[in-house]
């Protein structure tokens, strides 16, 4: 299993950036998929997970106003749209894969891309 993330940058307080994760190596259609990100100093973080088969999401309450988690069968990826981004909000983030249900705990999770960067200016 490969997990590609994409899509991290620099942004400014308010704005937007969409994630990538391209996911291959298996079918996945009992699986869940994750975003989770890891800021410096910090443990990892759970933001939102989308089961692969019906797209049933869950997102973590202190983005769930502003992040949305969405998945492509026909590419095999999933995506984190973010706005009103926040100083906060800035850290790598990781894409992640288990099999079952969405969970929250990152040591539930398999699968695990290389990470992306977010960074989010005053």
């Known amino acids: 299993v490969q997990l590609q993330a994409s899509g991290g940058g620099l942004v400014q307080t308010g704005g937007s950036l969409r994630l990538s994760c391209a996911a291959s190596?298996?079918?996945?259609?009992?699986?869940?998929m994750a975003w989770f990100r890891q800021a410096p100093g910090k443990e990892r973080e759970f933001v939102a997970a989308?089961?692969?088969?019906?797209?049933?999401?869950a997102i973590a309450n202190n983005v769930k106003a502003r992040f949305a988690i969405s998945r492509d069968i026909s590419e095999s990826a999933i995506y984190l749209q973010m706005g009103s981004l926040k100083p906060e909000d800035t850290a790598v983030y990781y894409c992640?894969?288990?099999?079952?249900?969405?969970?929250?705990?990152?040591?539930?999770?398999?699968?695990w891309g290389q990470g992306t960067l977010v960074t989010v200016s005053s």
């Open positions: 992640a894969a288990r099999g079952g249900w969405p969970r929250e705990n990152a040591k539930e999770y398999t699968f």
């Open positions: 190596g298996r079918s996945f259609s009992a699986y869940t």
């Open positions: 989308i089961q692969w088969s019906d797209a049933n999401t």
